[in-house]
């Protein structure tokens, strides 16, 4: 079935270490996203992707590092987990057709909690 | 700057009335609007959009929203909820860069009482 995985599902992390959600989409959509979901504040966008090669910072970088060495994988890197990175974490991938994007696809999320 | 708004945090409707969540909006330049769904525990889910065209988009599960430029408004109703309408739904628009990316709305959670 086509979509978006996300692994792990959930994971408890000390302070300090260095963990990568992963993220694979079978759609060969160009662009890719990964979100924060915090209650209260909806979601935020930490990195993006256009483009396999490309990657941009989005509203809530700092802490976080993205690679996008193929079309359908988005790994996203913590290098030292906090606390305050505690949160559900979504992937998201969309079809680029021109300068047009259609809509996101999202994962299943990976719900991180840092002690 | 891009925003959205969700002026409610939750909303309670009784099961066969209708609804209505409400977003409003503000971009520079011509708004790309989009609605989503979220279940416990799940990603997610596309509902509908609006790029140009008919102010009255329809979209999955018989949702529908109402893009009112004046208003700077988009709102999403359903003429008859079901208890399974229940869940978190969120607003969003695209950021007006050439992206993709979207700024969503912090939420409105949708009750709806048998």
């Known amino acids: 079935i086509a979509g978006i995985t996300q692994a792990p599902t959930s994971q408890i992390l000390a302070a300090g270490r260095r963990m990568t959600l992963r993220c694979t989409q079978d759609?060969?959509?160009?662009?890719m996203y990964w979100y924060r979901q915090d209650l209260g504040l909806g979601l935020r966008l930490i990195h993006y992707?256009?483009?396999?090669?490309?990657?941009g910072k989005g509203e809530v970088p700092d802490g976080y590092s993205v690679s996008r060495a193929n079309t359908d994988d988005f790994p996203l890197t913590l290098a030292s987990a906090v606390p305050s990175q505690t949160s559900v974490y979504f992937c998201?991938?969309?079809?680029?057709?021109?300068?047009?994007?259609?809509?996101?696809?999202f994962g299943p999320g990976t719900r991180l909690t840092v002690l | 700057a891009q925003s959205v708004a969700q002026p409610e945090d939750q909303v309670n409707v009784a099961e066969g009335n209708p609804l209505t969540v409400k977003c409003t909006y503000s971009?520079?330049?011509?708004?790309?609007l989009f609605w989503y769904v979220q279940y416990p525990n799940r990603g997610l889910q596309f509902l509908l959009k609006?790029?140009?065209?008919?102010?009255l988009v329809k979209g999955s599960y018989g949702f529908e929203a109402e893009f009112n430029k004046s208003q700077t408004s988009f709102h999403l109703k359903k003429p008859s909820a079901l208890v399974s309408d229940s869940a978190l739904y969120f607003c969003a628009v695209r950021d007006g860069s050439n992206t993709g990316k979207l700024i969503f709305g912090q939420g409105t959670t949708l009750q709806v009482k048998p």
């Open positions: 759609m060969r959509h160009n662009a």
């Open positions: 971009v520079s330049g011509n708004p790309y």
């Open positions: 992707s256009n483009t396999a090669g490309t990657t």
């Open positions: 609006y790029i140009t065209g008919d102010n």
């Open positions: 998201a991938s969309s079809a680029r057709q021109g300068t047009a994007y259609n809509e996101q696809f």
